[in-house]
């Protein structure tokens, strides 16, 4: 892929940086790269949507001049494992003691719901307290139909979520988790 | 969704549209849209890529100001159908007796390989001499692979291809072709 001078893409040193510095999205995309390497699975995060007000004409091809950011009503990232459809999004939140659940808007819950209405795997990846948990769909759902509260205190997460462990590569093995939650029967 | 006034979401009345005049983005939008009214599919055309070079910021969110689009490496369409994943390409070519495959870029081309791997549903939809054909993906590797052409002739694109007919609601029903295909054993 061809970037202009302006824009760099990001290399990662795992080694030297140790993904502490590194945000949620920049190590689930290099863990997405890797399993993809790898043959493992193809799961991309999916472009933010945007609405394209203005554009002009170069040699080097189109170029927006004006657009702003659409409201996504899917999750983050999604794609292929294992023979089936996976989804989830990602959220790290700075409260120590609960998930906002302005995090996540109204038309995202409804996809979530739907794609677990289809037989897909759905789930939250959260950073919290500097631990990363996986949050199935259903055990997320479970929780705001039965609270009337605009959080998840980090208790419920604590005690539902699976707790993803940094590594070298892939940074975030999110995969095997899902092995564990998902696919136990095959893998047993 | 919210939308700046200068930019007006299209209604399509396809009674009065008869369709012809719509593009093949715009049908298999509408069809999908009526999928997921109807609760059959969540397929959705993901965003086009963009590279954003500078933004300003208003009382309405962040607003880009410079950008570009970005070579895509998977297909414009993803979802979950009958369990599974599918995904595919929507192109239209001009050309009466053959489709350039300068349509499909390489990391493309892959990528169908990639998700035929993995298990995934994958085909192009493409529209030429006015009809609407779904040519699987493994059809459009067998041909690409065997043929050193620069396009595919008109010719085997009808006879390895599955017509989609026009309809009132969806437009396109493409899924009906899909049962046929892939899901043959469980619809009989």
Same mark, same amino acid.
């Given at each position: 892929?061809?970037?202009?001078?302006?824009?760099?893409?990001?290399?990662?040193?795992?080694?030297?940086?140790?993904?502490?510095?590194?945000?949620?999205?920049?190590?689930?995309?290099?863990?997405?790269?890797?399993?993809?390497?790898?043959?493992?699975?193809?799961?991309? +995060?999916?472009?933010?949507?945007?609405? /394209?007000?203005?554009?002009?004409?170069?040699?080097?091809?189109?170029?927006?001049?004006?657009?702003?950011?659409?409201?996504?009503?899917?999750?983050?990232?999604?794609?292929?494992?294992?023979? +089936?459809?996976?989804?989830?999004?990602?959220? /790290?939140?700075?409260?120590?003691?609960?998930?906002?659940?302005?995090?996540?808007?109204?038309?995202?819950?409804? %996809?979530? +719901?739907?794609?677990?209405?289809?037989?897909?795997? /759905?789930?939250?990846?959260? +950073?919290?307290?500097?631990?990363?948990?996986?949050?199935?769909?259903?055990?997320?759902?479970?929780?705001?139909?039965? %609270?009337?509260?605009?959080?998840?205190?980090?208790?419920?997460?604590?005690?539902?979520?699976?707790?993803?462990?940094?590594?070298?590569?892939?940074?975030?093995?999110?995969?095997?988790? /899902?092995?564990?939650?998902?696919?136990?029967?095959?893998?047993?």
């Amino acid at each position: 892929m061809k970037y202009p001078n302006n824009l760099k893409k990001i290399y990662i040193n795992p080694l030297t940086h140790k993904n502490r510095g590194m945000d949620l999205e920049s190590e689930l995309n290099e863990s997405n790269e890797y399993y993809r390497e790898m043959d493992k699975a193809l799961i991309y +995060k999916k472009p933010t949507p945007i609405g /394209v007000t203005d554009v002009s004409y170069s040699p080097k091809g189109k170029i927006i001049e004006r657009g702003f950011f659409k409201e996504p009503s899917t999750l983050d990232y999604n794609g292929l494992y294992r023979g +089936k459809y996976i989804e989830y999004e990602a959220k /790290v939140t700075q409260n120590r003691t609960s998930f906002p659940l302005a995090n996540i808007h109204p038309h995202q819950i409804n %996809h979530v +719901k739907s794609v677990l209405r289809h037989n897909g795997i /759905v789930f939250l990846v959260i +950073k919290m307290n500097e631990i990363v948990y996986l949050l199935k769909g259903d055990d997320f759902l479970a929780y705001i139909e039965n %609270h009337e509260r605009k959080s998840i205190p980090y208790e419920f997460i604590k005690e539902n979520g699976y707790m993803i462990k940094y590594s070298y590569r892939p940074t975030l093995d999110y995969l095997k988790i /899902v092995d564990e939650i998902y696919f136990k029967e095959e893998t047993e």
